[in-house]
């Protein structure tokens, strides 16, 4: 036990975080308080937003309606924390949330070094800049001697540097930990471009005070999978979140949607009723009910329905499914079967 866990803790002491507190009984705790402690962002449109009435949208908050349907049976059972770029592994670490669904990037170091394990992907994404039209660039090869806005505590700064060094550019970051500051920094003129995942600079440019004079430039520098995050060391916790995500991505590729699942649930396609619970007993492997699947997509959708009415066409980010089709359409999105 020790030789596994040493290097983990050594590893974060380095990174100046504290090891996880949590016992590992994830579930247990979740079902004694009643709800998920879901770690958002601080404000992401799209993503992790609150709406006029308060309410936290979007397709990374879908994710947690998920896992709380997953485990009661009812997706409003989430409480939400948000969280700093630079916050979230620690609030993660700790116990603080349950699950971290916060446009995070799976990576190497992320995923072995910070005592963390990810899920799965529900956006990929890569990371983009966005400029001015202004200032007449018309794509990243012309920033030479440019100024950077990003936000500390993100994969963006790394990504920066690499692309820059390799093209043999100059550049100068202007990072803040707060995104709000982010954005305001870049819309007053602090600096030339702004730096992040594609997704989140459509997001963040509705905040400007005139949207429609920046574009995002076509070169995509990194790839970033985002995707939902939780301790190590509780693989039944794990296993909940990891096939939460894929029962919704499943669903899309059977057809079943929040409409027709209850039609569906009564057919008798055998892949459908192992998804939906009439057939074997996936929900009881994993610690939660049969009708585990059926909750979700009855109560917040397949991956297809949440896609679109949080980042799709349809929505103020309009952003098309591209690489986040499913694999039949020619995409990457793929789970694995139930069965
Ligand atoms: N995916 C990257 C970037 C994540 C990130 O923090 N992006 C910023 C800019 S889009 C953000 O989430 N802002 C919203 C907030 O901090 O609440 C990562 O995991 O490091």
């Known amino acids: 036990m020790k030789k596994i866990i040493l290097p983990v803790l050594f590893g974060m002491a380095a990174m100046g975080v504290s090891a996880p507190s949590a016992s590992a009984a994830t579930l247990d705790d979740v079902k004694a308080k009643g709800f998920v402690q879901c770690g958002v962002s601080q404000g992401l449109p799209g993503f992790s937003n609150t709406n006029d009435a308060g309410d936290w949208t979007g397709i990374d908050v879908d994710v947690c309606r998920a896992v709380a349907a997953a485990v009661f049976g009812d997706a409003s059972l989430v409480k939400y924390t948000p969280l700093s770029a630079k916050e979230r592994f620690t609030a993660l670490q700790s116990g603080e949330v349950d699950v971290l669904s916060r446009n995070t990037t799976w990576t190497m170091s992320r995923d072995t070094s910070l005592g963390l394990n990810f899920t799965g992907v529900n956006y990929y994404d890569g990371q983009g800049f966005m400029v001015r039209n202004s200032l007449g660039v018309t794509s990243a090869l012309q920033l030479d001697g440019a100024s950077i806005c990003t936000n500390t505590g993100t994969t963006t700064e790394l990504n920066v540097a690499d692309y820059f060094r390799a093209n043999n550019m100059d550049y100068e970051v202007v990072a803040f930990e707060k995104a709000d500051e982010v954005v305001q920094a870049y819309d007053s003129g602090r600096c030339d471009v702004y730096t992040t995942d594609a997704s989140g600079l459509y997001a963040q440019r509705l905040k400007l005070t005139n949207p429609g004079e920046h574009s995002v430039l076509p070169e995509i520098i990194s790839k970033e999978p985002l995707g939902p995050v939780v301790r190590h060391g509780d693989d039944q916790w794990l296993d909940i979140v990891k096939w ?10 059977m057809g079943v949607t929040s409409a027709n699942v209850d039609d569906m649930r009564n057919g008798d396609n055998p892949g459908i009723k192992r998804l939906l619970g009439t ?35 349809d929505t103020e980010l309009g952003i098309s499914r591209g690489v986040n089709a499913l694999w039949t359409n020619g995409g990457l999105q793929y789970a694995p079967p139930i069965r």
């Open 244 to 253: 939460s995500l894929n029962a919704m991505i499943n669903a899309e590729e």
């Open 279 to 313: 057939e074997g007993a996936f929900g009881e492997a994993i610690g939660v009910s049969n009708d585990w699947a059926y909750n979700i997509i009855k109560q917040v959708g397949n991956y297809g329905e949440i896609f679109e009415a949080n980042v799709g066409p």
